[in-house]
């Protein structure tokens, strides 16, 4: 079962909106939840039906006993008062069992219809709940991204109007010009100093 806490917790890759796939994703997740949910309710919903077969099969039992005292009054007087005597007592305690079967499956009928109400209830609170969170992290991560692009706009434009800038520019050359009459100035040195080493290198020969 998913969860507020899971929600909240999943990583979406950064890009412009959400990524479909993941939401596909969490979908189809909440799709299985609430397929639990239809499942649970279907099953409580045969439940009730079992008992309404129950209580029809002593409908059936009381009108059987009926056909039976129709019967009886056929064959014969004294038949017709054992057999009605027998079947008042059968259909008063037949009766009497089936109005406490029938107000004991009502009431079993009314918890079950109450129950599955509460439970399918406090599910559709709960994913909705998560919906909620999930559609607050989705707009957190979108401004997010909006606050960055506008940042990194502003970085941009900021270092291209430096760069247009023709004080920039003019640093920029003398900066350049500088550097080359550095690497000329070493290079003069250095051809200098090999001038020198060369004169003394001569002057060693000739003294040996």
Same mark, same amino acid.
């Given at each position: 079962?998913?969860?507020?806490?899971?929600?909240?917790?999943? @990583?979406?890759?950064?890009?412009?909106?959400?990524?479909?796939? =993941?939401?596909?994703?969490?979908?189809?997740?909440?799709?299985?939840?609430?397929?639990?949910?239809?499942?649970?309710?279907?099953?409580?919903? +045969?439940?009730?039906?079992?008992?309404?077969?129950?209580?029809?099969?002593?409908?059936?039992? +009381?009108?059987?006993?009926?056909?039976?005292?129709?019967?009886?009054?056929?064959?014969?007087?004294?038949?017709?008062?054992?057999?009605?005597?027998?079947?008042?007592?059968?259909?008063?305690?037949?009766?009497?069992?089936? #109005?406490?079967?029938?107000?004991?499956?009502?009431?079993?009928?009314?918890?079950?219809?109450?129950?599955?109400?509460?439970?399918?209830? +406090? =599910?559709?609170?709960?994913?909705?709940?998560?919906?909620?969170?999930?559609?607050?992290?989705?707009?957190?991560? @979108?401004?997010?991204?909006?606050?960055?692009?506008?940042?990194?706009?502003?970085?941009?434009?900021?270092?291209? @109007?430096?760069?247009?800038?023709?004080?920039?520019?003019?640093?920029?050359?003398?900066?350049?010009?500088?550097?080359?009459?550095?690497?000329?100035?070493?290079?003069? #040195?250095?051809?200098?100093?090999?001038? =020198?080493?060369? @004169? +003394?290198?001569?002057?060693?020969?000739?003294?040996?």
């Amino acid at each position: 079962m998913i969860t507020p806490v899971e929600v909240l917790g999943k @990583e979406l890759k950064r890009g412009f909106g959400y990524k479909a796939v =993941e939401v596909d994703e969490f979908l189809e997740d909440l799709a299985k939840d609430y397929e639990k949910i239809y499942k649970e309710n279907n099953e409580l919903k +045969e439940k009730a039906t079992a008992q309404a077969e129950n209580l029809n099969h002593y409908r059936a039992i +009381e009108e059987s006993l009926k056909k039976a005292l129709v019967l009886a009054e056929q064959t014969s007087k004294e038949t017709i008062e054992n057999a009605g005597k027998a079947a008042k007592n059968i259909e008063k305690e037949a009766r009497i069992k089936a #109005e406490d079967m029938i107000q004991k499956a009502r009431q079993e009928a009314d918890q079950i219809r109450s129950s599955a109400k509460e439970d399918f209830e +406090e =599910e559709k609170n709960r994913h909705m709940a998560e919906m909620e969170n999930y559609k607050k992290l989705i707009h957190k991560l @979108e401004s997010d991204y909006c606050s960055y692009k506008a940042k990194m706009k502003q970085i941009i434009g900021a270092q291209m @109007e430096i760069l247009d800038n023709p004080v920039y520019e003019l640093e920029f050359e003398v900066e350049a010009k500088e550097e080359a009459a550095a690497a000329k100035a070493d290079d003069m #040195e250095v051809n200098e100093t090999e001038g =020198e080493q060369e @004169e +003394e290198n001569g002057e060693c020969e000739g003294e040996s």
